[in-house]
């Protein structure tokens, strides 16, 4: 039987889903809710690779009740064994007879199967409720589904003229305390920060996540450093994290700097260079790909936020954009993209505008990639 409002119960699952952001990589963001005569009965959402999906979760919590059921699930239910055993029968075995879906599984070696398993075994299936919303709690597992690369995120805090800081390098602090707060509940959400040679040397970050009441998840770091500048008394390497910081330089690197640097905590990542003597960005999102990274926050500075947009690796931007003005001596956003004309410009669209404090927020995605 249909229910009142499909779209309605599939919303209350993407909230379910919405709260195993930044836990499930590299799996997706999955809410499901199990709902019978109209009344909901249970809700599940996925909390970690390895452990149950969100279905299994709904479905253990509704028990008897879920016989004859309609159960929402925001992703296609799984039908084959990984670490955990197929959702499809979980959901057969809990005597389901409606099964809505709001995206089909992304990989295209599955997507599908796990509605026409449940098709076949005469339950009734109905797929693309609410699937854009759906698509946009995952847009990170999609892109590394589909492509084997992790989901670019370029975050910059600027001035009105988009500047970074004093070309000093004293840049005090350009957005107000509440842009700081959402800056770690970004990372909280990814997988990793990178930051270019300069700006860890500069300004010497720690690059963890820093919510109140200690919670949060520090993501893990790296650093391009193609000669290995970094020294090894960086707090980077010096502060109680559960967090690795991975270094990728260049493939002839000082042996003596790298040890040092691994005697401190770091992973030495050598990659090829690119024609301008620096670490080819390419070869670094290949491997952090390799390596079960979905989700990644540059947070610059000017040479690494050009070389992302030139070089076309970035997906999506978060622009705080501060209500001051620095002028010619600071150090801009980014450095050049070499562009000969407007058309070739990299432009993104606009999802999103939030006020924090007295900043503003710029969220949205690159044109022509997005997921």
Not at 148 to 158: Q, S, Y
Not at 320 to 349: E, M
Request: aromatic content about 4%; proline content about 5%; some cysteine.
């Amino acid at each position: 039987m249909k229910e009142k409002d499909d779209s309605v119960w599939m919303q209350l699952a993407i909230r379910e889903a919405r709260k195993g952001m930044g836990r499930t990589s590299p799996n997706p963001c999955v809410g499901a809710v199990v709902v019978k005569n109209n009344t909901l009965v249970a809700t599940g959402f996925h909390r970690k690779a390895g452990t149950p999906h969100a279905e299994v979760h709904a479905l253990r919590a509704a028990g008897e009740k879920a016989r004859g059921a309609t159960i929402y699930v925001t992703l296609e239910p799984c039908n084959h064994t990984g670490r955990t055993p197929p959702c499809t029968q979980a959901i057969l075995a809990g005597g389901i007879k409606r099964v809505v879906v709001g995206m089909l599984d992304p990989n295209p070696l599955v997507a599908g199967g796990g509605c026409t398993t449940l098709t076949a075994h005469g339950l009734e299936v109905v797929h693309g409720v609410l699937a854009e919303e759906c698509r946009s709690l995952n847009r990170p597992f999609i892109k590394h589904v589909t492509t084997g690369l992790p989901w670019v995120i370029m975050k910059a805090g600027m001035s009105m003229d988009g500047r970074l800081a004093l070309s000093s390098g004293e840049s005090g602090w350009i957005t107000g305390e509440q842009s700081r707060k959402q800056v770690h509940r970004l990372r909280d959400r990814v997988d990793a920060i990178l930051v270019g040679s300069g700006t860890a040397l500069i300004d010497d970050p720690a690059l963890t996540t820093r919510l109140p009441g200690r919670r949060g998840r520090d993501p893990l770091r790296i650093i391009l450093d193609t000669a290995l500048r970094l020294p090894p008394t960086a707090k980077l390497l010096q502060q109680a994290s559960f967090a690795a910081t991975w270094i990728f330089c260049g493939p002839d690197a000082d042996v003596d700097r790298a040890a040092a640097l691994v005697g401190a905590g770091a992973v030495i990542k050598p990659v090829r260079l690119n024609g301008a003597g620096q670490v080819d960005l390419g070869a670094v999102l290949c491997e952090l790909g390799r390596e079960q990274i979905t989700s990644i926050l540059v947070e610059g500075g000017s040479r690494v936020h050009g070389a992302f947009l030139r070089d076309a690796l970035v997906d999506e931007v978060n622009i705080f954009v501060a209500p001051i003005f620095i002028g010619a001596d600071g150090i801009p956003l980014l450095d050049s993209l070499g562009l000969k004309k407007i058309a070739d410009a990299p432009r993104f669209t606009t999802t999103r505008v939030r006020r924090f404090g007295k900043d503003v927020l710029i969220e949205g995605l690159i044109e022509n990639k997005r997921l």
